[in-house]
């Protein structure tokens, strides 16, 4: 009874975790279908159209991933349409610097709703990210607090 007890809480604990949503990705493809439930049955919601969109694992059910995105949609993918590569969402237009700094020379401003790959993110209050921009790669310095797609305290290398 002690054995089935443990294991039932620390399936919940499990759950929990997930819930708070401690896993992000991106989506791999141009178009995934986003739908009210996680089967080809359920109704398709939102038609994403945007490759590298990051979004947020919230659950999972056999092959279905729930996600949610920054303006807080819920819905669920196939897992094959995501990755684990990681991207984030700019929320405010902002500086992009060529040091981890407020001091850094500015190598250009970045406008909200600009999607961007995640090179690392040390502690501290700046993630290194590289833009493509007419199909040039211009990397620097962003403010953390200006992006969505990271966890409270994350730290990629």
């Known amino acids: 009874m002690l054995k089935v ?10 759950s929990l975790a997930m819930a708070e949503g401690e896993e992000f990705a ?4 141009d178009k995934v279908n986003l ?3 996680p089967g080809e049955r359920f109704p ?3 038609v994403y159209q945007e490759k590298h969109y990051p979004v947020e694992v919230l659950d999972s059910f056999d092959i279905w991933r729930q996600i949610r995105e920054q303006d807080g949609t819920i819905g669920w993918v196939n897992e094959k349409m995501l990755s684990k590569e990681r991207y984030v969402v700019i929320q405010e237009e ?3 610097l060529d040091a981890p700094s407020v001091s850094g020379r ?4 970045v406008q909200p709703g600009v999607i961007a790959k995640i090179h ?3 502690s501290g209050d ?7 921009y007419e199909d040039k790669k211009i990397e620097g310095w962003f403010p953390k607090r200006f992006v969505w797609g990271l966890s409270n305290g994350e730290i990629i290398e």
């Open 5 to 14: 007890l443990g294991f039932v809480c620390m399936l919940f604990l499990s």
């Open 26 to 29: 991106s989506l791999k493809v």
């Open 35 to 37: 739908r009210t439930g």
């Open 44 to 46: 398709i919601q939102w």
């Open 94 to 96: 902002e500086k992009l």
């Open 106 to 109: 500015v190598i250009a401003y």
């Open 120 to 122: 690392s993110c040390p």
């Open 126 to 132: 700046f993630c290194r990210l590289r833009f493509v």
